[in-house]
Antibody
Framework: QLLESGGEWVQPGRSLRLSCAAS????????MHWVRQAPGKGLEWVSV????????GYGDFVQGRFTISRDNAKNALYLQMNSLRVEDTAFYFC??????????????WGQGTMVTVSS | EIVLTQSPATLSLFPGERATLSCRAS??????LAWYQQKPGQAPRLLIY???TRATGTPDRFSGSGFGADFTLTISSLEPEDSAIYYC???????????FGGGTKVEIK
């Protein structure tokens, strides 16, 4: 129901855009999230966007480098990542929120896309 | 930022034993706490939300309890397939901000 794409190897300082294609539910009714996991490490919440494409939130480590967006007409979620750092290397998962029109957590997860930042 | 601390880091038990996992928040999160199970090479799976509500498909041997800043995930009788890392997660509603605990690894002897 969620399929991420766009992950690849990039050099530090470069940009990358991740995409997530959603299906099987009313996309426009749910907040959507990005969560990441560095190899061998725990889960880290990255960002959320509300169902109306108006409200966003970010983890402290983002520091203005990432922008989340969505296109409800295309059932698509995006994460624009700029000024990438080595420590941004991780699997990036998109996830559907638990409840309609609320921020609770992560009900449905994609399989993830790998971002590697290295020189 | 609310910090979640999970303990123990690792739990090693026999099949059939009871597992008790703890999650403590640095400040109250009311009842907005969820638990996830992650097996190697897989995406996490939602087990429990709102501290004690089982997600669809969660076996009833899994139960969640707690409120405020202290929460517990209990697995009443461990099965071999319960070997995994378990994460707790909270949310602050405004501005929207979510975070995970560091995880508890459950090993089945």
């Amino acid at each position: 129901q969620l399929l991420e794409s766009g992950g690849e190897w990039v050099q530090p300082g470069r940009s990358l855009r991740l995409s997530c294609a959603a299906s099987g539910f009313r996309f426009e009714d749910y907040a959507m999230h990005w969560v990441r996991q560095a190899p061998g490490k725990g889960l880290e919440w990255v960002s959320v966007i509300d169902w109306n494409n108006r409200v966003t939130g970010y983890g402290d480590f983002v520091q203005g480098r990432f922008t989340i967006s969505r296109d409800n007409a295309k059932n698509a979620l995006y994460l624009q990542m700029n000024s990438l750092r080595v420590e941004d290397t991780a699997f990036y998962f998109c996830a559907k929120d638990i409840r309609e029109q609320d921020y609770n957590g992560f009900h449905v997860w994609g399989q993830g896309t790998m971002v590697t930042v290295s020189s | 930022e609310i910090v979640l601390t999970q303990s123990p880091a690792t739990l090693s038990l026999f099949p059939g034993e009871r597992a008790t996992l703890s999650c403590r928040a640095s400040q109250t999160v009311s009842g907005y706490l969820a638990w996830y199970q992650q097996k190697p090479g897989q995406a996490p799976r939602l087990l429990i939300y709102d501290a004690s509500t089982r997600a669809t498909g969660t076996p009833d041997r899994f139960s969640g309890s707690g409120f405020g800043a202290d929460f517990t995930l209990t697995i009443s009788s461990l099965e071999p397939e319960d070997s995994a890392i378990y994460y707790c997660q909270q949310r602050s509603n405004w501005p929207p901000e979510l975070s995970f605990g560091g995880g508890t690894k459950v090993e089945i002897k």
